[in-house]
Nanobody, 121 residues
Framework: VQLQASGGGLVQAGGSLRLSCAAS????????MGWYRQAPGNQRELVAYISSDNSTNYLDFVKGRFTISRDNAKNTVYLQMNSLKPEDTAVYYC????????????????WGQGTQVTVSS
């Protein structure tokens, strides 16, 4: 099982970053993939997810600013982050997710390496 995020860094408010997450083929191919983030002192929270047919869903606090995409040939999911805000500062992770019948979304695998995003004001 491999989930490795990369592409984070330090950026000024209003700037952009593009995150990548490489996943093992057995994780990626048939699964919905999601991006999460965890800020210091906070719980990990879902940011966005994308189905195998490329349908997407975003949490309200990133709508219009972040774009999730996937490359099935590369087993990689991306998160393009624009108009970054200091409150976007967090460690970002990806995982395969399960969307439950009640609408809740749960991560499926052990968390891999995240990538730090720091947005300065």
């Amino acid at each position: 099982v491999q989930l490795q995020a990369s592409g984070g860094g330090l950026v000024q408010a209003g700037g952009s970053l593009r995150l990548s997450c490489a996943a093992s083929g057995n994780i990626f191919s048939a699964n919905v993939m999601g991006w999460y983030r965890q800020a210091p002192g906070n719980q990990r929270e879902l940011v966005a997810y994308i189905s195998s047919d490329n349908s997407t869903n975003y949490l309200d606090f990133v709508k219009g600013r972040f774009t999730i995409s996937r490359d099935n040939a590369k087993n990689t999911v991306y998160l393009q982050m624009n108009s970054l805000k200091p409150e976007d500062t967090a460690v970002y992770y990806c995982n395969a997710v399960k969307i439950r019948s009640g609408g809740s979304v749960n991560a499926l695998y052990v968390w891999g390496q995240g990538t730090q995003v720091t947005v300065s004001s």
